[in-house]
């Protein structure tokens, strides 16, 4: 799978989630440079990196030292200096109030909505990135326990395509399953 220029210089630890479902998050969630963002489960950095490329302001939370060193050197390699990564739980709350968007890369995910919840302006939107449908059916649950609106579960799948004289199909390569997209927002 063709990978662009930019994410190649970024270091990889953990696993990373890819810029097709990077494009759906930033797509969905209608952030832009007035956006304030909240990201937890920074691992590598690679999401949060994409977010602080167009937003104001990106506070990512991380709890491994490993993965803060990764996603801190990625964030000085692109010269980001309004991506904030802070050695904390999630799950013990959002120091950001009024924020645009939560992303939650994470496990038990479900445990965070109430605080997402609470962190995100009125209209604001959450998202989840969950590589299991069980962990799905409970953030969904959670979701509508605190009342979030225009719920949306995606999985995207890409397909290289081989092009050639003779003739044009899909690749035998690509990458289909990486995670669950849960998208919603606070009403």
Same mark, same amino acid.
């Given at each position: 799978m063709f990978i662009p220029e930019h994410y190649r210089r970024l270091k990889r630890g953990p696993q990373v989630m890819l810029p097709k479902d990077i494009g759906l998050v930033i797509t969905y969630s209608g952030v832009g440079k007035n956006s304030?963002?909240?990201? &937890?489960?920074? !691992?590598? !950095?690679?999401? &949060?990196?994409? %977010?602080?490329?167009?937003?104001?302001?990106?506070?990512?939370? @991380?709890?491994r030292e490993d993965f803060i060193k990764i996603a801190?050197?990625?964030?000085?390699?692109?010269? %980001?200096?309004?991506? +904030?990564?802070?050695?904390?739980?999630?799950?013990?709350?959002?120091? @950001?109030?009024?924020?645009? %968007?939560v992303t939650l890369d994470m496990p038990e995910s479900d445990k965070v909505v109430g605080k997402a919840h609470r962190a995100l302006r009125p209209g604001g939107h959450i998202f989840g990135y969950l590589p299991h449908m069980e962990?799905?059916?409970a953030f969904v649950?959670?979701?509508?326990?605190? !009342?979030?609106?225009?719920?949306v579960v995606l999985e995207s799948i890409l397909r290289d395509m081989l092009v050639r004289e003779e003739g044009?199909?899909?690749?035998?390569? !690509?990458?289909? +399953?990486?995670?669950? %997209?849960?998208?919603?927002?606070k009403g």
């Open positions: 304030v963002c909240v990201d &937890a489960g920074a !691992g590598s !950095g690679w999401l &949060a990196i994409s %977010l602080a490329r167009i937003c104001k302001d990106v506070t990512s939370y @991380e709890t801190e050197g990625n964030a000085r390699r692109e010269g %980001l200096d309004n991506l +904030h990564i802070v050695n904390r739980d999630i799950k013990r709350g959002i120091k @950001e109030k009024d924020v645009d %968007l962990q799905v059916k649950a959670a979701l509508n326990r605190y !009342g979030f609106s225009d719920i044009m199909r899909p690749s035998t390569k !690509g990458v289909w +399953h990486t995670g669950y %997209l849960v998208f919603a927002q």
